[in-house]
């Protein structure tokens, strides 16, 4: 049984539905660790010829949007029994900007017995250049994986796709 379980949110639907599996895992008396990754704007965002950047601004803006995604993700826990700490980590402090090594760093540190996470969430030129996050945390994994997949996205299998369709009565909104 699992004692310490991590989960990795980003805000979207998928790791909302996480949230919904970890609840799944944790016995009455488990902590519950719930992260989400703020990237270094300077390192994640394409540069064009001739466009300024406020980095500043925009890492302000995406702390600001991390820290609405870790409460509204401890409020759901909490709606379900569970007493969940949160944690932010903010890669423009770390000096990196390599998401799936920063939760296995944490899911080592802290240490989880489990980490949890969506296999879709967030979209954009990152996934394009360095694939899913998702993917690159099971390959640098030490400890157990559970992948969550957003209903929907198995559609090669028509298993799957029966069990992915009898989480869609599930709300994942936050």
Known sequence: MYKNILIAVDGSPTSNLALLE???????????RVITVVENPAWSIPLEVGVMYDVEFMHT??????????????TLLQHKGINAKTHLID?????????????MKEAEEWPA???VIGTHGRRGFNRVLMGSV????????????????A????DDDDDEKTAAGSREDHDTSI
């Open 151 to 154: 209903p929907g996205t198995a």
């Open 61 to 74: 803006s995406l702390v600001k949007a991390a820290k609405e995604i870790l409460e509204r993700a401890k």
């Open 134 to 149: 998702a993917e690159h945390v099971i390959r640098a994994a030490t400890k157990p994986v559970l992948l969550v997949r």
């Open 113 to 115: 017995d489990v980490v």
């Open 22 to 32: 970890a609840v799944k895992l944790a016995p009455a008396d488990a902590s519950v």
């Open 91 to 103: 890669l423009t402090e770390a000096g990196s900007n390599n998401i799936p090594s920063a939760i």
